[in-house]
């Protein structure tokens, strides 16, 4: 029942942003996290995933009036467009074997997201990843910064350590009090 409800308001939202473009806005705060967890998982650099995540809510907008509801959710829709957009990108760069391979799983994925064969279990991850990526955002400066550092730039411990000016004693606390205090939000918002 709530999921009929949710698919009925998204589905106004949709028929309100091609009515009038300005209310796109709703979608956009509405399913930006999960477009940029989606992202993200398939881009090496955080810059570079902010722009396809940009690009793509654009081309969205763009597009949006060429929508047809399929019952198919509009998230997917928005992943189908990222993952055409990574792989342009990785064409464009012609990049060399390995990089093939991801370019074909990213059309094999926006092919099984075009055909509506994006499984219930991968959209949950995405959206856990969207929550994830929300509560890093709630964590105190430290916390956050050493997350970021660690596990965003994939820095060492001595690298962070040198980079935020403390010991490297000091950032393990610093990542052992976020991550701790990460779970405990994350598990309060699965309740």
Known sequence: MKALKKEADERLLIEAA????ARFGELYELHF??????????????????DVTAEAF???????????????????????????????????????????????????ESGRIESGKISP??????????????????????QRRVVMLRFVEEKSIKEVAREVGKTEGAVKQLQFRALTNLRARLEGADA
Request: charged fraction near 35%.
């Open 18 to 21: 091609q009515q009038d473009p």
């Open 33 to 50: 996290e999960r477009v940029y967890a989606y992202v993200v998982r398939r881009v090496a650099d955080r810059a570079e995933a902010e």
């Open 58 to 108: 654009h081309q969205a907008l763009a597009n949006l009036k060429r929508f047809e509801w399929r019952g198919i959710p509009f998230v997917a829709w928005l992943f189908r467009i990222a993952a055409n957009l990574i792989s342009d990108r990785w064409q464009r760069a012609g990049r060399e074997v390995v990089d093939d391979e991801r370019i074909e799983s990213a059309q094999t």
């Open 121 to 142: 279990a991968e959209i949950e991850e995405v959206e856990r990843r969207a929550t994830l990526f929300r509560l890093v955002d709630t964590l105190p400066a430290e």
